[in-house]
C-alpha cells in the first residue's frame, strides 16, 4: 500500500503546536544502535519500498556503539520539526531509544511491541517517536507496528479526545518548566 499525501495538521494552544492527525506526508528519521542496526536496515528499506521518506541518521554499521549519539540525533530532528517529522529509534530493548529521545523537547516516545501499543500511544498520547526492541521483535512485526503508528491520527474527534489533548498539553508544558 502506498502512502497517502500528507495530512498535515495542526493546533496552537496556548503557544503550544499541536500536531494533529496521523505521520502520514512526514519525513521519518530513523536511527540505531548495533542491536538495531539489522532491523533498521530491513524496516527503511521496507518503509521506502511503500513511499515513506525516510533520513537515516546512523549508526551505518552494526559495529558496536552508544544508542545516546543515535537517539539524540533522531529526536533533535522531531524536536526541530514536530510538524514535518517523526522519528523511530532501534535498539535492543527499546528503553535505551526511549531514555535519550524524552530528553528532547517536543519529543514524545513510546515503546512498542505491538500494533495494539502503537495505535494507543499515537490516538491517547500523540507519541512523535516510536521505539522498537530489535531483540524482541522481528522485521514483519516492526513493519506492522510502525504502520499503524504512522498511519494513527491523534485528536480526530474533539468530544471524544478532549482528554487526550488536555493530557498532552499537560506534558508538552513540561518542556517549557523543565
Given at each position: 500500500m ?7 495538521s495542526?493546533?496552537?494552544?496556548g ?8 505521520h502520514?506526508?512526514k ?7 548495533h ?5 533498521k ?6 518503509l521506502r519500498?511503500?513511499?515513506?521518506r ?9 559495529a ?8 539524540t540525533?533522531?529526536a533533535?530532528?522531531v524536536?526541530?520539526s514536530?510538524?514535518?517529522a517523526?522519528?523511530i ?5 527499546g ?9 528532547v523537547?517536543g ?5 512498542c ?5 502503537a495505535?494507543?500511544?499515537r490516538?491517547?498520547?500523540?507519541s512523535?517517536?516510536?521505539s ?12 506492522r ?5 504512522l498511519?494513527?491520527p ?6 471524544r479526545?478532549?482528554?487526550y489533548l ?13
Open positions: 502506498k502512502m497517502t499525501r500528507p495530512k498535515l495542526f493546533l496552537r494552544i503557544g503550544i503546536i499541536v500536531p494533529t492527525g496521523s502520514e506526508g519525513t521519518i528519521h530513523i536511527g540505531a544502535d542491536r538495531g542496526f539489522r532491523l536496515k530491513a524496516l527503511k528499506r521496507a519500498k511503500r513511499g515513506w525516510v533520513v537515516d541518521e546512523g549508526a551505518h554499521s552494526p558496536r556503539t552508544d544508542y545516546p549519539v543515535w537517539m540525533r533522531v533533535r530532528a524536536g526541530r514536530p510538524r514535518r517523526a522519528g529509534g532501534i535498539c535492543g530493548s528503553i535505551g531509544a526511549c531514555i535519550p529521545a524524552a530528553k523537547p519529543v514524545h516516545p513510546a515503546l511491541r505491538t500494533a495494539a501499543s495505535r494507543e500511544t490516538t491517547h498520547n500523540n512523535n517517536f516510536l522498537l526492541a530489535a531483540d524482541f521483535t522481528s522485521p514483519a512485526r516492526a513493519l507496528i510502525t504502520e499503524t503508528w498511519r494513527t491523534f485528536y480526530t474527534d474533539p468530544g479526545d478532549a482528554p488536555r493530557r498532552f498539553l499537560q506534558t508538552a508544558r513540561l518542556d517549557r518548566r523543565g
